[in-house]
């Protein structure tokens, strides 16, 4: 995932503790909760990039019981997995990372299943703790039920009520806790080590910190959220779909902002990361998955789908193709309705029509396939045609097999070439060929019976009754 670098600006150590021990029964799903994708990536996927977008020293994943699955799943994640066994809250979630952490380090607490914070919100809020400080993220919600509410007195945060503790009139505060919070590895130890379970959840509250350091005078600064979006989580498939649009519309504007011009920025979907050249034009409904690269002045057709590709500079897809695994080079033409299986390379200025399949092969420029063909284990020069209706036929039943067609050939209509073959250079292959040997260079391979006339052939008739 692309995310901006922002540096730290705490003046100590940075350990980043990412909560994620939740069943997310709420999901109703076999797949673990942080593990449901947001863009193509898991959620914690995201808020993992995002710490990492801060150096920090280290990041620690509190994981829970069964949680064993996600753990496997990111087995490349630069973390460091924690186990916490027993789900007791928030305060008993963090306790586990503790051991872990230099007392003189930064802690700075995410949740694995809020994936929008950006890295600039908590360098800012980091900056905010101060050498010693906590430093709280808050946020103003019309409708705060469920979260904990900040309880001032005198101007001044004095500590964290949760709404199943809250009295009537705190209930009516709006000021809320988003749960994110930066605060010294050492003192943050010492009050976690207090909490007690005396609530009405019985559980260890990590917001009761708060109280803690207010008693020990160390300054709290709650730190508002200037866009209450990136605090959300994902409960339900319904915030998830939420957060997928919030998504969809950053990475929209991302490529609007790089110059690329987008029919609807809200029927794009990125599922892993796009680069695009200047001018780059994407029509409506299109699918971007994993790694793909789009030279200066694409075109990308309205429905397409395309999966870890590059596209060179000029080339026009036009809707409504699906392309995995293709390197297709400058220039070229491609659709409607082709379909690239893994891998294809193209180089310039080849032309790949409609209803053609292109699979594991390379074209050589100029090269043009316009209808209805099958191209798969093929290498193939410049400036072949190959006719509509032409089949590759690589696959005995056992084993596939690679067919070489040179510079210059022009297969006819309805051909089929049995692998392994090569079709010489400048050859032509007659149209409904199924040609099983090589066809020499610069000649005329026929291979089908000859046309003959029955001259006293009748077509059946009904018998009369
Ligand atoms: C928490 C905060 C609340 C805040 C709200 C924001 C506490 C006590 N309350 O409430 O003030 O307004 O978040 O959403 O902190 N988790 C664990 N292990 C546990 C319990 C929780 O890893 O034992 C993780 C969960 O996976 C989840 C996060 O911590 O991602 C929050 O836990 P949850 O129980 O949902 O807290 P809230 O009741 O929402
Ligand atoms: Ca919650």
Redesign the pocket.
């Known amino acids: 995932m692309a995310r901006p670098s922002a540096r730290t600006a705490a003046p100590r150590p940075l350990s980043v503790v990412i909560?994620?021990?939740?069943e997310g029964k709420r999901m109703r799903s076999a797949l673990p909760k942080v593990l449901q994708p947001l863009g193509g990536a898991p959620l914690l996927t995201h808020v993992i990039a995002t710490a990492r977008a801060l150096e920090p020293q280290a990041i620690y994943v509190?994981y829970?019981a069964g949680g064993e699955r996600v753990r496997a799943a990111l087995p490349e994640a630069p973390v460091q997995w924690v186990l916490?066994s027993e789900?007791?809250?928030?305060?008993?979630?963090l306790r586990q990372a503790m051991p872990h952490i230099p007392a003189g380090h930064e802690v700075l607490v995410l949740?694995?299943?809020?994936p929008l914070i950006r890295a600039a919100t908590l360098a800012a809020l980091i900056g905010r703790a101060g050498t010693g400080g906590v430093a709280l993220l808050t946020v103003r919600l019309e409708s705060p039920e469920?979260?904990?509410r900040i309880v001032r007195a005198g101007g001044r945060v004095r500590r964290?009520v949760?709404q199943q503790d809250a009295s009537a009139r705190q209930r009516g505060i709006r000021e809320?806790?988003?749960?994110v919070l930066a605060a010294p590895a050492g003192p943050l130890q010492r009050w976690l080590a207090q909490l007690t379970r005396g609530n009405s959840q019985g559980?260890y509250?990590?917001?009761d910190v708060i109280a803690l350091a207010v008693r020990e005078k160390v300054p709290v600064e709650p730190v508002p959220v200037a866009d209450p979006q990136e605090v959300l989580?994902v409960n339900d498939k319904a915030q998830l779909a939420q957060l997928e649009a919030l998504q969809r519309a950053r990475v929209a504007r991302e490529l609007m902002l790089g110059g690329v011009t987008l029919a609807d920025p809200a029927r794009l979907d990125v599922r892993g990361t796009v680069s695009a050249g200047r001018d780059v034009f994407i029509d409506v409904n299109v699918v971007f998955e994993g790694r793909v690269i789009l030279g200066e002045g694409v075109r990308i057709g309205a429905g397409c789908v395309v999966r870890d590709s590059e596209i060179g500079a000029g080339t026009e897809v036009h809707p409504h193709c699906v392309i995995e695994r293709a390197r297709i080079g400058e220039r070229c033409s491609i659709g409607p309705f082709a379909r690239f299986r893994p891998s294809a390379t193209l180089a310039g200025e080849v032309h790949i029509g409609n209803f053609v399949e292109v699979k594991n092969s390379e074209l050589g420029s100029g090269s043009k396939a316009n209808h209805l063909a099958y191209v798969g284990d093929a290498t193939v020069g410049a400036r072949v045609n190959i006719g509509a209706g032409t089949i590759i036929a690589n696959y005995d039943g056992a084993l596939k097999h690679r067919t070489v067609i040179e510079d210059d050939v022009h297969t006819g209509s309805n051909s089929v070439l049995v692998a392994p073959i090569t079709i010489g250079a400048g050859a032509t292959i007659a149209a409904g060929s199924t040609v099983t040997h090589a066809a020499p260079a610069g000649k005329l391979t026929v291979a089908r019976a000859r046309q003959t006339v029955i001259e006293h052939w009748r077509r059946p008739v009904k018998p009369r009754r």
């Open positions: 909560l994620a021990a939740g509190v829970g916490q789900r007791l809250g928030t305060g008993h979630a949740y694995g299943d809020v469920g979260y904990g964290i949760e809320c806790n988003t749960g559980e509250y990590l917001t989580g």
